[in-house]
Nanobody, 124 residues
């Protein structure tokens, strides 16, 4: 069974930074696109960022462009989300997701595998 485990969440002040990590197991990690989603309290889950299987292509939602960086280390089966200049609007539970559909355009949905999430709280 595919396993995705997020870590690195916590409490941060506005303007601060956090780095989230997603450890993958029981999956051909170098053959997956990886993404981060988030869900704010009382709201639906939304796309944050995606990186392709080789790490050569990325996409971000507009509100995090220039502040967040998605990356991956295929040798360690890990994906990361560097979050800078955090605002209270970034508060939520962050989920990593994996997709074996790596041959089409870089996607913002349709991911087959999900982690349990890690909570991020940004105080003003």
């Amino acid at each position: 069974q595919v396993q995705l485990v997020e870590s690195g969440g916590g409490l941060a002040q506005a303007g601060g930074s956090l780095v989230l990590s997603c450890a993958a197991a029981r999956i051909s990690f170098s053959k997956t696109n990886m993404a981060w989603f988030r869900q704010a309290p009382g709201k639906g889950r939304e796309f944050v960022a995606v990186i392709n299987y080789s790490g050569t292509n990325t996409d971000y939602r507009d509100s995090v462009k220039g502040r967040f960086i998605i990356s991956r280390d295929n040798a360690r089966n890990r994906a990361y989300l560097q979050m800078n200049s955090l605002t209270p609007e970034d508060t939520g539970t962050y989920f990593c997701a994996a997709s074996l559909n790596i041959w089409g355009p870089l996607q913002r949905g349709g991911f087959e595998y999900w982690g349990q999430g890690t909570q991020v709280i940004v105080s003003s």
